[in-house]
C-alpha cells in the first residue's frame, strides 16, 4: 500500500484540503417549498401544518383506524399525537419526530435514541414530524451546525423518501427494506 501510495515509512500524512461548508442563504419559505418538491418527486408527501392541532388532524386523518405507533417524542406530545402501546410488529403506521430536515434532499435526520429506529422503518407507513426551524438548506448547513456529528450520536439516520429498490431488471419496488410510505409534516 505505501509503495503505491508513493509514502516512505514514518512520512507525515498529506494535509486534508479545507472543508467548504456553505452557510444558510435561503427564506424559511424557500426552504419548506424545496423540501417539499425534493420529497414529491420521492413519491413522498408532505404536510404544512398552520398549528399543532392542524397536524395532530392530519396525522389522526392518515393513522384511521390502522394500529399505529408513536414515539415518545416532545414534539408529538406538544402536537397531542399519542397512540397506546402496540407491539411494533403488529402496527402498520409509525410515527416520530425528526431532529432536522435538508430542503435540498428532502432528507430527514434524526439524531437521538429517544424514537426506537424501528418505529421510522418497520411499518409500511411512516409519519415523521419536523419543526419548521429546523428544515436547513442542506447536509454543508447540518454539519455547521454539528460540527462533529460523531461525538453527537452513533445512531444518526438520515430518511431521504420511502424505501425504494431495484432489480437487475431494473424494476423498481417500493417498501421493501423499509416504508413504502412516508408523510412529512411541518410543524409551526
Do not use: W
Amino acid at each position: 500500500m505505501r509503495v503505491a501510495l508513493k509514502r516512505e515509512v514514518g512520512a507525515a500524512l498529506p494535509v486534508p484540503p479545507p472543508v467548504r461548508l456553505v452557510p444558510c442563504n435561503t427564506e424559511i419559505e424557500e426552504r419548506i417549498e424545496q423540501f417539499c418538491l425534493a420529497l414529491g418527486k420521492l413519491s413522498a408527501q408532505t404536510f404544512v401544518a398552520a398549528s399543532c392541532s392542524d397536524a395532530a388532524e392530519y396525522v389522526h386523518q392518515l393513522v384511521g383506524d390502522k394500529p399505529a405507533i408513536a414515539a415518545d417524542s416532545a414534539l408529538l406530545k406538544e402536537c397531542g399525537i399519542v397512540y397506546p402501546a402496540i407491539p411494533t410488529d403488529k402496527a402498520e403506521v409509525g410515527i416520530t419526530g425528526t431532529d432536522y430536515g435538508l430542503a435540498d434532499t428532502g432528507t430527514l435526520v434524526t439524531l437521538a435514541c429517544s424514537d426506537p429506529r424501528l418505529f421510522s422503518l418497520l411499518p409500511p407507513l411512516h409519519i415523521a414530524l419536523l419543526k419548521r426551524d429546523r428544515l436547513l438548506s442542506g447536509l454543508d448547513e447540518l454539519l455547521l451546525i454539528l460540527s462533529e456529528p460523531a461525538l453527537h450520536t452513533s445512531s444518526m439516520v438520515l430518511i431521504t423518501g420511502p424505501s425504494r429498490t431495484g432489480d437487475i431488471e431494473q424494476i423498481l419496488v417500493r417498501g421493501v427494506h423499509g416504508p413504502g410510505e412516508l408523510h412529512a409534516v411541518i410543524v409551526p
